[in-house]
């Protein structure tokens, strides 16, 4: 947890950052240092957005509730990695998939998926995944295939297949052959430590606790209305803005918690309304007694261990997706649900979260339910959607909205920048790497626009 060591922000600064999330923090660090001052404005009492890392003595390892992978060659999240000496593992192990009352090996989930991914075309007339689904990319003996590709959208992307652009995914939407995008990585010590590493030292420059209602611009000059815990109102002014909020709470209506007042309007958030989304995810942690899946399965063919499993990719409704923590041996999993799946579940206690997630890995490994409530410890979860500085898990583009990303991400009249995964010009959406670069991209363009107004002021 970091808080601003005053109790107020300044009144004035060079930059003001709306956000403590990872984009938000990669731009005040670039900033910073290059000598431009700035406030970071975080509506939280923690930094780091959506990576929320929870720490527990009972296990070794941090506990993800929000970010938790890192996918793909991700060279900037890596190179900061390892500035930061923070230890990232690849995970590897056994992929299994139900079929019928059946685990079978899914190692080829990757190759199986692209038999259908390969097919998808980024010039044309764009269309909705479900659409492209429906001319049976593959072929007749591809059924199976895109029933993979459907779950894998969803679940990865955390998106409504009805809706997502399918440009969108031929650009990016999956690794394909490429083995090295194909690599998953995580940490072992938790994700935070990223936000740590990029606010180390400029505690003083984050106020947390503190929500941002009205941005009033003009060209050239910004000022910000912010309202802390306490009740208190401030304002800031600044030369420059960068908005790196989720895209939910961008797009949240006027006097909703959470949401923004621009004034005058930003014509390009409304247009992002009609080429951009949040999308869902629910996710429950689970804490075991002991690592009881390697233990001999009825479901599981004869003389197959569990023991390397990484992945199981289920029968459950609710939950279609676990993950151990692989190649960690510690006994935890994790129950996860992306898309429309997941958005039913928005609003749902956590205790009957964490029932739905028990029944879920019962089903996807074919045991009773009592075997698996009778190894529980503990359970932690967090509802994205209902999180009103969240509004959703991350963005994806809709049909006909392949470019939203680059779109949002120009500059408004050399004053104000949006930022985040959801405003990444490199299409990275729903990742990480794609918020630090879209923070640092941001920033390096409001630095030019500085240097501009001074040289053509003559100071």
Request: hydrophobic share 40%.
């Given at each position: 947890?970091?808080?601003?060591?005053?109790?107020?922000?300044?009144?004035?600064?060079?930059?003001?950052?709306?956000?403590?999330?990872?984009?938000?923090?990669?731009?005040?660090?670039?900033?910073?240092?290059?000598?431009?001052?700035?406030?970071?404005?975080?509506?939280?009492?923690?930094?780091?957005?959506?990576?929320?890392?929870?720490?527990?003595?009972?296990?070794?390892?941090?506990?993800?509730?929000?970010?938790?992978?890192?996918?793909?060659?991700?060279?900037?999240?890596?190179?900061?990695?390892?500035?930061?000496?923070?230890?990232?593992?690849?995970?590897?192990?056994?992929?299994?998939?139900?079929?019928?009352?059946?685990?079978?090996?899914?190692?080829?989930?990757?190759?199986?998926?692209?038999?259908?991914?390969?097919?998808?075309?980024?010039?044309?007339?764009?269309?909705?995944?479900?659409?492209?689904?429906?001319?049976?990319?593959?072929?007749?003996?591809?059924?199976?295939?895109?029933?993979?590709?459907?779950?894998?959208?969803?679940?990865?992307?955390?998106?409504?297949?009805?809706?997502?652009?399918?440009?969108?995914?031929?650009?990016?939407?999956?690794?394909?052959?490429?083995?090295?995008?194909?690599?998953?990585?995580?940490?072992?010590?938790?994700?935070?430590?990223?936000?740590?590493?990029?606010?180390?030292?400029?505690?003083?420059?984050?106020?947390?606790?503190?929500?941002?209602?009205?941005?009033?611009?003009?060209?050239?000059?910004?000022?910000?209305?912010?309202?802390?815990?306490?009740?208190?109102?401030?304002?800031?002014?600044?030369?420059?803005?960068?908005?790196?909020?989720?895209?939910?709470?961008?797009?949240?209506?006027?006097?909703?918690?959470?949401?923004?007042?621009?004034?005058?309007?930003?014509?390009?958030?409304?247009?992002?309304?009609?080429?951009?989304?949040?999308?869902?995810?629910?996710?429950?942690?689970?804490?075991?007694?002991?690592?009881?899946?390697?233990?001999?399965?009825?479901?599981?063919?004869?003389?197959?261990?569990?023991?390397?499993?990484?992945?199981?990719?289920?029968?459950?409704?609710?939950?279609?997706?676990?993950?151990?923590?692989?190649?960690?041996?510690?006994?935890?999993?994790?129950?996860?649900?992306?898309?429309?799946?997941?958005?039913?579940?928005?609003?749902?206690?956590?205790?009957?979260?964490?029932?739905?997630?028990?029944?879920?890995?019962?089903?996807?490994?074919?045991?009773?339910?009592?075997?698996v409530e009778s190894q529980l410890e503990a359970a932690w979860t967090h509802d994205w959607d209902t999180d009103p500085f969240s509004r959703?898990?991350?963005?994806?583009?809709?049909?006909?909205?392949?470019?939203?990303?680059?779109?949002?991400?120009?500059?408004?009249?050399?004053?104000?920048?949006?930022?985040?995964?959801?405003?990444?010009?490199?299409?990275?959406?729903?990742?990480?790497?794609?918020?630090?670069?879209?923070?640092?991209?941001?920033?390096?363009?409001?630095?030019?626009?500085?240097?501009?107004?001074?040289?053509?002021?003559?100071?």
């Amino acid at each position: 947890m970091v808080k601003s060591i005053n109790p107020l922000p300044p009144s004035e600064v060079d930059v003001v950052v709306v956000g403590a999330g990872v984009a938000g923090l990669a731009a005040m660090r670039l900033l910073e240092d290059r000598g431009i001052r700035t406030c970071v404005i975080e509506a939280r009492e923690r930094i780091g957005g959506r990576i929320f890392t929870v720490h527990d003595q009972r296990l070794p390892h941090g506990i993800e509730l929000g970010a938790e992978f890192i996918h793909g060659s991700a060279p900037e999240l890596v190179e900061l990695l390892e500035e930061a000496k923070i230890v990232a593992y690849s995970i590897e192990g056994d992929r299994w998939r139900i079929r019928g009352k059946k685990l079978t090996h899914a190692n080829d989930f990757w190759a199986r998926i692209d038999t259908v991914m390969r097919h998808l075309e980024s010039d044309g007339e764009d269309e909705s995944f479900a659409d492209f689904l429906a001319r049976s990319p593959g072929g007749s003996k591809a059924r199976d295939e895109r029933t993979l590709a459907q779950q894998f959208v969803e679940g990865f992307h955390a998106a409504d297949i009805r809706r997502i652009s399918s440009k969108a995914l031929a650009d990016g939407g999956s690794p394909g052959d490429d083995v090295e995008e194909q690599r998953q990585m995580r940490t072992t010590g938790g994700y935070d430590g990223v936000a740590a590493w990029l606010a180390r030292g400029l505690d003083d420059r984050i106020v947390a606790d503190t929500v941002v209602e009205r941005v009033e611009w003009e060209k050239g000059s910004v000022s910000i209305s912010a309202r802390a815990k306490s009740g208190r109102l401030a304002t800031i002014h600044a030369r420059a803005a960068i908005v790196t909020v989720p895209l939910g709470v961008l797009l949240a209506p006027n006097k909703e918690e959470g949401a923004i007042q621009f004034s005058p309007t930003l014509g390009i958030v409304e247009q992002a309304r009609r080429r951009l989304t949040m999308g869902s995810v629910a996710r429950v942690v689970l804490l075991f007694r002991e690592r009881w899946w390697t233990e001999k399965m009825s479901w599981a063919p004869k003389d197959a261990s569990l023991d390397s499993t990484s992945f199981i990719y289920g029968a459950a409704d609710d939950f279609p997706v676990c993950w151990t923590l692989h190649p960690a041996h510690l006994p935890a999993m994790v129950a996860w649900s992306g898309g429309p799946k997941a958005a039913r579940m928005a609003g749902v206690s956590h205790d009957e979260k964490v029932g739905r997630a028990v029944a879920a890995l019962a089903r996807n490994l074919g045991v009773t339910r009592r075997r698996v409530e009778s190894q529980l410890e503990a359970a932690w979860t967090h509802d994205w959607d209902t999180d009103p500085f969240s509004r959703g898990a991350y963005s994806y583009p809709l049909v006909g909205g392949s470019n939203g990303a680059k779109e949002l991400a120009r500059p408004i009249d050399s004053t104000s920048w949006l930022a985040g995964e959801g405003a990444d010009a490199e299409g990275r959406n729903g990742t990480v790497t794609g918020a630090i670069g879209s923070g640092r991209a941001a920033a390096r363009s409001v630095a030019r626009a500085i240097a501009s107004r001074a040289t053509a002021s003559g100071r």
